[in-house]
């Protein structure tokens, strides 16, 4: 059986410190299981019962202004909190400790209906906004040792509700991402005298093909070790800490890279594409992070239209990914598509 070089090989994640299985060559194997289907986008403008939605009231009792832009509020169900109760100490091996902190939502837009990918540039710099004002301000608070900026896209990675949001939580500890990319950021540093990710950003360059956007100041590229399929990473070129060290110029660059990748994304498949999108960016916990290089990631759990990629013995039991789709198709997938958003196509934008 031949097999073309790069889809079946172990592929080193500098990040994350562990080894990516691709193994794109089992891609078409037979599948009986469970697939999902794709939503039809027949969401409205307003929905009454929407608890994101301007002028609505949420679970707490207070109600949503009439906001025209983005909307920040605390979140109604917080996971960490100040009324987090003392914990009881369960003695050894065990420890505990109060689930401290603020947790908050980010409506993207008044608009029920709408998505990031359909949002202009000028918008999504909002967005981006909103992230830098939320990282800077949580991230001052004494008891707020990191900030984690997410949207969780879709119900198949378990949000029901359409309304364009994501969260922001602000906690204690410093998440185990941020963490190990923090660890190898510092380690690279030391045993190469570089900076890991100018030397990602280098990588991708020479390459070349999975790039999916660049301009003077970012670049967007599903990377060469990829976990999921149509795996994407956004990355400032200019290395800051947290992206409120951005400049105008940059934080609009970033934006418009943020589109660009999203309308890929529903154009694949002419769909609105699920993902989780996490922030990666230094602690909060008063101390200098030089090395450590802000970036975003798309973690798409579909790996086909209607085919859900499962974390099981390998990522689960293992801890490490097994990817069924080569990087380089991937991205030459998303590259194919246009760069207008299917919806708009022939409209005005
Ligand atoms: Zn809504």
Request: proline content about 8%; aromatic content about 10%; overall charge negative.
């Amino acid at each position: 059986m031949n097999h073309a070089v790069g889809t079946w090989e172990e592929r080193w994640h500098p990040l994350r410190q562990e080894w990516v299985v691709i193994a794109a060559h089992r891609q078409h194997r037979p599948w009986v299981g469970q697939t999902v289907t794709a939503q039809v986008p027949d969401v409205p403008v307003y929905d009454p019962t929407c608890y994101l939605c301007p002028g609505n009231a949420r679970i707490s009792g207070a109600a949503n202004p009439a906001y025209t832009g983005v909307f920040v509020f605390d979140n109604d169900h917080p996971c960490v909190g100040p009324l987090a109760p003392e914990p009881i100490a369960p003695g050894s091996p065990y420890k505990t400790r109060r689930a401290d902190g603020i947790a908050r939502v980010i409506c993207f837009s008044p608009v029920h209906r709408m998505t990031l990918a359909e949002l202009s540039p000028e918008h999504i710099q909002h967005v981006v906004a909103a992230w830098q004002q939320q990282t800077f301000d949580l991230g001052a608070l004494a008891q707020v040792n990191h900030v984690l900026c997410f949207e969780n896209k879709g119900a198949v990675v378990g949000v029901s509700n359409p309304h364009p949001h994501g969260q922001v939580y602000a906690t204690n500890f410093v998440f185990k991402t941020v963490e190990t990319a923090l660890g190898a950021m510092q380690q690279y540093e030391r045993s190469e005298g570089r900076a890991l990710m100018a030397d990602i950003i280098k990588a991708e360059q020479k390459d070349a093909r999975r790039i999916l956007y660049e301009d003077a100041y970012t670049i967007a590229f599903v990377p060469y070790f990829a976990r999921y399929a149509y795996e994407v990473y956004i990355v400032p070129k200019r290395q800051v800490a947290h992206l409120y060290a951005l400049n105008d110029a940059e934080s609009a660059s970033l934006a418009g890279a943020i589109k660009a990748v999203t309308v890929r994304y529903d154009n694949l498949w002419q769909q609105s594409f699920p993902y989780v999108m996490p922030l990666h960016q230094a602690p909060t916990d008063g101390s200098e992070y030089a090395d450590f290089h802000a970036y975003i990631t798309f973690h798409p759990p579909l790996r086909q239209p209607a085919l859900l990629k499962y974390l099981a013995g390998p990522e689960i039991g293992g801890g490490n990914f097994l990817n069924d789709t080569s990087p380089e198709a991937s991205a030459q997938a998303l590259r194919a598509v246009d760069a207008r958003h299917y919806l708009t196509v022939g409209g005005t934008s």
